[in-house]
């Protein structure tokens, strides 16, 4: 308990923190923070629902809870920003009973889960349910973790790449038709809305998703539409070149991680392993979000805890990215 009380505490200044910090050196309006980019987006479904093909790219789950909750506050943008601040909460305590207290603490200050849990986005919610999955492992109740990682997927579709890896501590395959069950409703449910079982495949293509090699992505980073525009980081033009850095950091640090973890426990790795490596194989704005989406392999933060301890300096040098990631993303997409 005292443990879970310091992570919640230690998350809620480094909100503070973020938030202030945002604020002081923006001088942003707060209609900008809690309605940027996709943020809108998880908004718009909330109130209008699936009126494009566009949108059928985002899972219904968070604008559900969205709607559910503006019942109540009768402010959308509110609604979704303290849903995700509210969740942030979960999955630090539950990973601080899955491994320890150290991998907690650092995924907790982790730079993007610090911003994308407090900004209106819905990563909290696959992490939420992914985490309780686990727990249900580590207390072999293999039912409760198909039912939750089923969740899991219904929340971010791409998760479905992971289920071969559950396969390590199911053992039997039977395991699997939970999860079948809920993909066959989500096929089903895009076919009596749109006419075609694979309209999320469309919305996609809506978004620029293609498949490349890791070079290929290299190249579009480097020459993309979406880099390429004129995104500015406080008055700075920032170079193309940068936003293929920025991935590069974060694929080092995870695979250094993934790395680690083959020696500690198979299933860590290839569940990690699952969420990484097809990461690299895609352009459009997806590729983009990869330090975001590498949020989901959090058992690397367990590989990290074997290595350093938490340190001051770790988590104000994790503040001050994180006050960067939040100015990047407002301004230009750092997702």
Known sequence: MYNSLKLIFYLLISKFVLYVGYIVIIHDSFHHFVTAWDSANFEYISIHGYNSAYYYAFSPIYPLLIKSLNYIIHRTSVSALLLTNAL????????????????????????????????????????????????????????????????????????????????????????????????????????????????????????????????GQAEWLLTGWFTSQNWKFLGYLIPTYVWLIRNLLFEVFYLLGIIKLYVMDKFYFAYSLAIFLPLLFIEGTPAISIPRILLQAFPVFYAYSTMFKVTWIYAIFCLVISIVILIWQMTAFFA
């Open 88 to 215: 942030s909460f979960i999955p630090p305590i539950v990973i601080n009973k899955v491994f320890n207290y150290r991998t907690a603490l650092l995924f907790t200050l982790f730079p993007t889960y610090i911003v994308f849990t407090t900004i209106p986005y819905s990563d909290v919610i696959p992490l939420v349910f992914l985490s309780l999955s686990f727990l249900a492992l580590k207390n072999k109740k293999l039912l409760t973790s198909s039912i939750l990682v089923s969740i899991a997927i219904a929340s971010f579709y791409n998760l479905a790449l992971t289920l071969p890896s559950y396969l390590i501590r199911w053992k039997k395959l039977h395991y699997l038709l939970i999860p079948i069950v809920i993909g066959l409703g989500i096929f089903s449910w895009f076919y009596f809305s749109t006419g075609t079982p694979f309209i999320y495949f469309y919305a996609e293509e809506l978004w620029g998703v293609k498949f490349t090699t890791p070079l």
